[in-house]
Nanobody
Framework: QVQVVESGGGLVQAGGSLRLSCAAS????????MAWYRQAPGEQRGLVAT???????TYGDSVKGRFTISRDNTKNTAYLQMNSLKPEDTAVYYC??????????????WGQGTQVTVSS
């Protein structure tokens, strides 16, 4: 079994920064990918950023140049540094850990989410 725990959410003013953390534990594959998704009220959950076990990253168009995903494999932890935050970044942010084949995920696990609220 795998546990995924997010932390670091909160309330911030527009233009500010937050850093989210995602700690994974349990029976993890060495080649797992880690990703951040977000879901605003009334909207579908969407991909924010992904980082592979080798450190390759991808980003959603709306966060490119503002957000940075990274990971520490020794701690099985991923981070999401969010800068220049906008009110439209307000959402619950979820971490996903698992194996990927192209864009497909399998043997994957989700965290419970952490709320990020950006005030204007």
């Amino acid at each position: 079994q795998v546990q995924v725990v997010e932390s670091g959410g909160g309330l911030v003013q527009a233009g500010g920064s937050l850093r989210l953390s995602c700690a994974a534990s349990g029976s993890l594959f060495e080649d797992n990918a880690m990703a951040w998704y977000r879901q605003a009220p009334g909207e579908q959950r969407g991909l924010v950023a992904t980082v592979t076990s080798g450190g390759s990253t991808t980003y959603g168009d709306s966060v490119k140049g503002r957000f940075t995903i990274s990971r520490d494999n020794t701690k099985n932890t991923a981070y999401l540094q969010m800068n220049s935050l906008k009110p439209e970044d307000t959402a619950v942010y979820y971490c996903r850990v698992g194996r990927t084949y192209g864009s497909l995920w399998y043997s994957d696990y989700w965290g419970q989410g952490t709320q990020v609220t950006v005030s204007s």
